[in-house]
């Protein structure tokens, strides 16, 4: 009954126009980025470059592929959370608006199976999501640009990645990324359990993201004993695994939190669930 629900669940966020505003976004993007960088990408690294030149010579192919996916990566984990929450945000929430959630929850299946239906189902739209990013910077990067060695530059220096060293770190740094938005759809399905319109749960989690990363870049000593325990914190650990030698305490630091947050998200929703009153 479990995985005929999530199956239920799954169907629903496809039949949903706003699903698919995430995806035709990351396509649009991408799509004027690949294009800006076919057009003027020598001109963008020289200008990354031209400082480093004068101690340091590049030779080889520079602007590849698996720089185009670095860089797009980089720029769109920061307004993917936002796609993620315009869809998990409006799954119970939506319900409600819709008054289904009356006739949902009086089918023979426990609130804690349609709640963590709906959860799985979260996760599998923000793993498609993760996996059409990692498809059109990554693979069809390199189908435009070619393969190369990485060029991974830092406040404090760059690193160089060589071409062989690089795949598994994308396929790490994506996995990574994808808990970290697996994060945000747990707080805007949280939300959306308090919640009796779509809006709410969108908005409320944006806030919530928009609060955390500006208490974060803050240099106030006030906060930083919370800092560490942020969830937005750790969005940023995928670029460990662009470090060499790669830092595997923080890694396994930020799995940690992005996790202990999951958890305890899901247990405030499940509290509210449970006691959700369908009559009013």
Same mark, same amino acid.
């Given at each position: 009954m479990f995985w005929k629900s999530t199956y239920n669940e799954l169907i629903k966020i496809a039949?949903?126009?706003?699903?698919?505003?995430?995806?035709? $976004?990351?396509?649009?993007?991408?799509g004027i980025v690949l294009f800006a960088m076919k057009l003027e990408g020598k001109y963008y690294i020289s200008l990354?470059?031209?400082?480093? &030149?004068?101690?340091?010579?590049? &030779?080889?192919? *520079?602007?590849?592929?698996? =720089?185009?996916?670095f860089i797009i990566l980089q720029m769109l984990i920061v307004?993917?959370?936002?796609?993620?929450?315009?869809?998990?945000?409006?799954? *119970?929430?939506? &319900?409600?608006?819709?008054?289904?959630?009356?006739? =949902?929850?009086?089918k023979p299946i426990s609130r804690n199976s349609i709640l963590f239906s709906k959860f799985l189902a979260s996760c599998v739209y923000t793993a498609v999501v993760v996996l059409w990013l990692a498809l059109m910077a990554v693979l069809l990067g390199r189908m435009l640009f $070619?393969? $190369?060695?990485?060029?991974?530059?830092?406040?404090? $220096?760059?690193?160089?990645l060589q071409q062989h060293d690089i795949v598994w770190r994308f396929v790490y740094g994506f996995a990574m990324a994808f808990l970290s938005l697996v994060t945000v759809a747990t707080l805007a399905l949280t939300l959306s359990c308090f919640s009796e319109n779509s809006i709410g749960p969108i908005v409320s989690t944006m806030g919530i993201i928009l609060l955390f990363t500006i208490v974060g870049t803050l240099d106030v000593p006030l906060f930083d004993t919370i800092r560490p325990f942020m969830f937005t914190t750790h969005m940023a650990a995928w670029r460990c695994f662009f470090d060499d030698p790669i830092d595997t305490s923080q890694i396994l630091k930020s799995t940690l939190i992005l996790l202990t947050h999951i958890g305890v998200l899901l247990g405030i929703a499940t509290y509210k669930f449970n006691r959700k009153d369908i009559l009013s």
């Open positions: 039949y949903k126009p706003r699903s698919y505003i995430g995806i035709g $976004g990351i396509t649009l993007i991408i990354i470059t031209g400082q480093l &030149e004068q101690s340091v010579s590049f &030779e080889g192919n *520079i602007l590849n592929g698996n =720089l185009i996916g307004h993917v959370p936002l796609l993620i929450a315009f869809v998990t945000g409006d799954l *119970i929430s939506g &319900e409600a608006d819709m008054g289904t959630i009356r006739l =949902l929850l009086t $070619g393969g $190369g060695d990485l060029i991974v530059l830092k406040s404090d $220096g760059l690193t160089i």
